[in-house]
């Protein structure tokens, strides 16, 4: 299994661009889940999904969209970046049939927007 | 609102010298605790975790954490530190929904 992948590793946007985050598991896995991770602040929810068709909001959404089309796909979403987007965003994936709960962490995105 | 927090932002070792991380958490009902660490241009990864029974937990890599329900706390600790510990070290929470609540995380810092 390769696990959670996650393209493009690097990003760098003009203010304004929009662009597509992608994270794919291969585990068969209910849950995805997206994360921005900022120095001093942790890792924060944007989005999650319980599964295909179902997608909910996290403590930052504001600024993108996620969708759910498949199980093994979780896109995310910038329609019009801003530099206070600028993170390292880590997609993960779980399911309630795995021994309680763990969450496999994609290897991230660095994205600036400048 | 749940809230993880973690107090040591930057902690320096020297080799073989003890490490207790701190963390803390406000949730009144049941949570799951976790700990994961980043090590330098890495994802992260699950260190150990902690969801019922003996609230001593025993991690990979010689790590170990604490359950005091009393404190709501859930601390990191290893005996002896290596160099190939410096790392950024995650407290989580998960509770009822599945989602995890981050910490900010602690930089720790191991001198050879």
């Known amino acids: 299994n390769a696990g959670v992948t996650q393209t493009p590793k690097f990003q760098v946007l003009k203010t304004g661009q929009s662009m597509t985050l992608q994270c794919a598991q291969d585990?068969?896995?209910?849950?995805m889940s997206w994360y921005r991770q900022d120095p001093g602040m942790g890792l924060r929810l944007i989005h999650y999904?319980?599964?295909?068709?179902?997608?909910d909001q996290g403590e930052v959404p504001n600024g993108y969209n996620v969708s759910r089309s498949t199980t093994e796909d979780f896109p995310l979403r910038l329609l019009s970046a801003a530099p206070s987007q600028t993170s390292v965003y880590f997609c993960?994936?779980?399911?309630?049939?795995?021994?309680?709960?763990?969450?496999?962490f994609g290897p991230g995105t660095r994205l600036t927007v400048t | 609102a749940q809230s993880v927090s973690q107090h040591n932002h930057h902690v320096i070792l020297s080799e073989a010298a003890s490490l207790e991380l701190g963390c803390n958490y406000s949730?009144?009902?049941?949570?799951?605790l976790f700990w994961y660490v980043q090590y330098p241009g890495q994802h992260l990864q699950l260190l150990l975790k902690?969801?019922?029974?003996?609230?001593l937990v025993k991690g990979i890599k010689g790590f170990e954490a604490e359950f005091i329900k009393s404190k709501f706390s859930f601390n990191l600790r290893k005996p002896s530190v290596q160099w190939s510990d410096t790392a950024e070290y995650f407290c989580?929470?998960?509770?009822?929904?599945?989602?995890?609540?981050f910490g900010t995380g602690t930089r720790l810092t191991v001198i050879p």
């Open positions: 993960a994936s779980s399911s309630p049939r795995l021994v309680r709960y763990e969450q496999y």
């Open positions: 949730y009144g009902g049941t949570v799951n």
């Open positions: 585990m068969n896995h209910e849950y």
């Open positions: 989580a929470v998960k509770t009822g929904a599945n989602n995890l609540f």
């Open positions: 999904s319980v599964g295909a068709g179902i997608t």
């Open positions: 902690y969801f019922s029974g003996d609230p």
